[in-house]
T-cell receptor
Framework: DTGVSQDPRHKITKRGQNVTFRCDPISEHNRLYWYRQTLGQGPEFLTYFQNEAQLEKSRLLSDRFSAERPKGSFSTLEIQRTEQGDSAMYLC????????????????FGDGTRLSIL | QQQVKQSPQSLIVQKGGISIINCAYENTAFDYFPWYQQFPGKGPALLIAIRPDVSEKKEGRFTISFNKSAKQFSLHIMDSQPGDSATYFCAAASGGYQKVTFGIGTKLQVIP
């Protein structure tokens, strides 16, 4: 399978703990996105990378959240001091940007990491 | 502020019928309108997409109708099948398509 891969698929943790999720994009894709989806809602944009550079962060991404894409390949999303409100599905997507920075390539989503805070 | 409004939130259609989902947007900078299909436990998958320079796009049983002046677009699923039962999201993006703004979703159930 050469799609977007996310690990773990499920994470249960106690409030106050730190968690880290990993995303492996489609190999030739240079853009990587993180979204959060709560029950009964559509995904909400969190942040995106072009290669290793983090180019935009949503106001939803509080100081407790940090994302990295150190070598322009896989990415990690860390949540520190988790809170009940962090319970959600965290989705990763990737796409290929064409020349000039404009992309008409669709984003391909992984199956997400479901985070449950006890 | 909900930038993409979607209705209905749930829809029950009989097999063979037409499923219609409607969306409206506010931001005139949006220039790409994809529809995603999501099954339980899976990520969203791109179904069909349209740009505002066309009023309709058809792919198989799925058709997007687009009304730029009204800032509305809709998805029609013809000959709906039980396998189409899923949650459908309309969405919008602008410029370099850096981020997608999703609607709230429509849970479609196609009954035999």
């Amino acid at each position: 399978d050469t799609g977007v891969s996310q690990d773990p698929r499920h994470k249960i943790t106690k409030r106050g703990q730190n968690v880290t999720f990993r995303c492996d994009p489609i190999s030739e894709h240079n853009r990587l996105y993180w979204y959060r989806q709560t029950l009964g809602q559509g995904p909400e944009f969190l942040t995106y990378f072009q290669n290793e550079a983090q180019l935009e962060k949503s106001r939803l991404l509080s100081d407790r959240f940090s994302a990295e894409r150190p070598k322009g390949s896989f990415s990690t999303l860390e949540i520190q001091r988790t809170e009940q409100g962090d319970s959600a599905m965290y989705l990763c997507a990737s796409s290929l940007v064409s020349g000039g920075g404009y992309s008409n390539q669709p984003q391909h989503f992984g199956d997400g990491t479901r985070l449950s805070i006890l | 502020q909900q930038q993409v409004k979607q209705s209905p939130q749930s829809l029950i259609v009989q097999k063979g019928g037409i499923s219609i989902i409607n969306c409206a947007y506010e931001n005139t900078a949006f220039d790409y309108f994809p529809w995603y299909q999501q099954f339980p436990g899976k990520g969203p998958a791109l179904l069909i997409a349209i740009r505002p320079d066309v009023s309709e796009k058809k792919e198989g049983r799925f058709t997007i109708s687009f009304n730029k002046s009204a800032k509305q677009f809709s998805l029609h699923i013809m000959d709906s099948q039980p396998g189409d039962s899923a949650t459908y999201f309309c969405a919008a993006a602008s410029g370099g398509y850096q981020k997608v703004t999703f609607g709230i979703g429509t849970k479609l159930q196609v009954i035999p």
